[in-house]
């Protein structure tokens, strides 16, 4: 869904953060490995461990 953060493990294990975004028929995720941020197919980061998948839900208690 738009705006969930997924979490990989990258090459040496190094923890790696995207943001799925709304851009176009395919899942798209906003991240940055090194380059500047960039916005890829999720399907990309596929070769990676998946890690973790989080989402915000509304309504949910939180600080301002």
């Not at 705006?3 to 940055?32: K, M, Y």
């Amino acid at each position: 869904q738009v705006g969930d953060i997924l979490t990989w493990r990258c090459a040496g294990n190094s923890p790696h953060v995207g943001i799925v975004s709304d851009a176009g028929w395919l899942p798209r995720i906003v991240h940055n490995i090194g380059a500047g941020a960039e916005e890829i197919w999720l399907f990309t980061m596929s070769i990676y461990a998946a890690a973790g998948h989080y989402r915000w839900q509304v309504g949910a208690d939180s600080a301002p």
